[in-house]
């Protein structure tokens, strides 16, 4: 087995699958990490175990963490309806100090398996507006690895990969394609049911399937 190992943050969603396919590809020994942070759409935590499982990674760990109890968020938060048209500013599905946890803890997980690569899917073009996704919040994000670990002030510093960062929907599922990721494995959906099904309707379905149509892929999400 490779000796360069990467964690890998894995929802189960479309892009996270493709940045798991991407790491195995550049030859990374890869540790995916989910969590059950208290979201409504529960069948993406079934799908990143499908995910993980399909594409080989080494071991797959989810998290626990209870976001709920923060709410601030319809995806957390069950009196807060999910959009279902577009709107103006950063949406309601955003989850505050979501992407800042869930890289801390890969951060943590990363100094204890001796790996120096953090890989998240996190994308500026087609995305919904979510400040955590931006390019600077992922170089910020960096500097505090180097700054905030053993690791990193012995000089074995740590990298923050965020491969998906200037491609569109289309691009992402090519590049997936060619790597041989099965999508109808994946979740996207904000209020997908028990069995995955998605609404069609929230941003995330959207952007979901303006990609498969751009890339000129069938879609295989199963719908309610």
Not at 4 to 27: E, H, N, P, Q, R
Not at 66 to 83: E, R
Not at 105 to 118: C, F, K, P, S, Y
Not at 197 to 203: L, P, S
Request: charged share 20%.
């Amino acid at each position: 087995m490779t000796s360069k190992k990467a964690v890998i943050l894995l929802s189960g969603g479309l892009d996270s699958a493709t940045v798991v396919a991407m790491a195995k590809a550049d030859g990374y020994a890869c540790y995916s990490m989910s969590f059950d942070y208290g979201q409504r759409h529960r069948a993406e935590l079934q799908a990143a175990e499908r995910v993980a499982q399909h594409l080989g990674v080494v071991e797959h760990k989810v998290i626990g963490m209870n976001l709920n109890g923060i709410g601030g968020s319809a995806l957390t938060d069950s009196s807060i309806a999910v959009p279902e048209e577009l709107g103006e500013g950063i949406p309601v599905t955003y989850v505050p100090a979501r992407n800042t946890l869930f890289l801390s803890l890969a951060l943590g997980w990363a100094e204890v398996l001796g790996a120096r690569d953090i890989f998240i899917g996190v994308n500026a073009v087609d995305y919904s507006g979510y400040p955590d996704c931006r390019p600077e919040f992922v170089e910020a994000f960096e500097r505090l690895a180097n700054l905030a670990t053993k690791a990193g002030v012995e000089g074995r510093g740590f990298s923050i990969h965020a491969p998906l960062q200037d491609l569109s929907k289309g691009e992402i599922i090519q590049a997936g394609e060619r790597l041989g990721v099965d999508y109808s494995m994946t979740v996207s959906c904000y209020q997908a049911d028990e069995d995955g099904r998605a609404c069609g309707k929230c941003d995330s379905c959207r952007l979901r399937a303006a990609g498969f149509s751009e890339a000129g892929v069938p879609d295989p999400t199963r719908y309610k």
